[in-house]
C-alpha cells in the first residue's frame, strides 16, 4: 500500500513540470510569436535599443547633462558634442538620452499602475452588479474630462515632480482599462465554468482571481503598451507648457521647451528630442500591434 502511494506521489511530481521548465516553454512560445510575427519583433528591437541608450548613458561616458559651459553655447554638432550644445552650453547628445529615462520611465509607470488598479477595479465591478452601477457612473464622468486637461489641472495642484507626473497620467487612464475589464468580466460571469465554480461553494476572490482573471491578461497586455505609449507623449506635453517634470531635470519635452526661442540659432534643440520621442512611440505602438496580432486567435495565420 506504501508502495503505491509513493508510486502515485513520484508520478504526480513527474507530470507536474518544475517552474524552470514552465519558464523554458514560455520563452519557446515566446520566440516563436516573434518569429511568426515580424512586427512585434521589430518593435520589441528599436525599443530595446532605446532603452538601452537611455539608461545606459550614465556608463557612456557622457559629459555630464547638466554641467554648464557658456562660452560652448549654441554650437553646431562635431565630433565632441554629436548633437551640438544648448543655449548654456550643455551638451545636447548626453541631454536627450539621459531624458529618455524620464520618458521611458514616467511611460512604463503610468502603464503599470493603470492596469493593476484598473485590472482590480473592473474584477470587481464587472462581477457584481450594484459595485458596477455606482463605480462606472464614476468612471464616465472621469472619462468625459480630455486627459490631457486633467492631467494638467492635476499637476498644477500637486506640484511639478516626476512622481506628481505619473500620478497625474495614472488617473486619467484608470477607466479606460475598468471598461476592458469590465467587459470581459460581463461576458464571461455567465459561462457554464464560473456558474459551476459558484455552485461549488467557491469564495468570490478565488472565481475572480482563478477564473477570470486569466482571460483579461491577453488584452490587457495590449492596451498597456497603448497606455505606455501615450503616456510618453502627454509627458512631453506637459513638460513642453511647463505643466510636467522640473525645467532641471532633462526630458525630451523640457529640451523641446528650451529649444522654441533658439530655434534659428539651434534646431537641433527641437530636431533631436522629437526624433527620440517619435521612434520610441513608434516602437511601442509597433510593438502593441505585432502583440495584439500574437494573441488574437483569429489574426493567426496557421493554428
Known sequence: ??????AAATETKIQDP??????????GDLREALRRNPTMLFGLVVLGVMAVAAFGAPYFGLPDPMRQAPIERLRDPSAENWFGTDMYGRDLFSRVLHGGQISLMVGLSVAFLATVIG????????FNRRVDAIVMRFMDALMSIPAILLAIALVALWGSSVPNVILALTIPEVPRVVRL?????????DQVFVQAAIACGTSTARILVRHIMPNTIPPLIVQATYICA???????????VGAGTPPEVPSWGNIMAEGRRFFFQNFGMILYPGV?????????????DGLRDSLDPRMQRRV
Open 18 to 27: 518544475p517552474w524552470h521548465r514552465r519558464l523554458v516553454e514560455s520563452l
Open 181 to 189: 475589464v469590465r467587459s470581459v468580466v460581463l461576458m464571461l460571469r
Open 230 to 240: 501615450q503616456a510618453v507623449i502627454f509627458e512631453a506635453y506637459l513638460s513642453f
Open 276 to 288: 527620440f520621442l517619435a521612434i520610441t512611440v513608434f516602437a511601442i505602438n509597433t510593438f502593441g
Open 119 to 126: 485590472l482590480a477595479i473592473g474584477l470587481v465591478a464587472g
Open 1 to 6: 500500500m506504501v508502495d503505491r502511494t509513493t
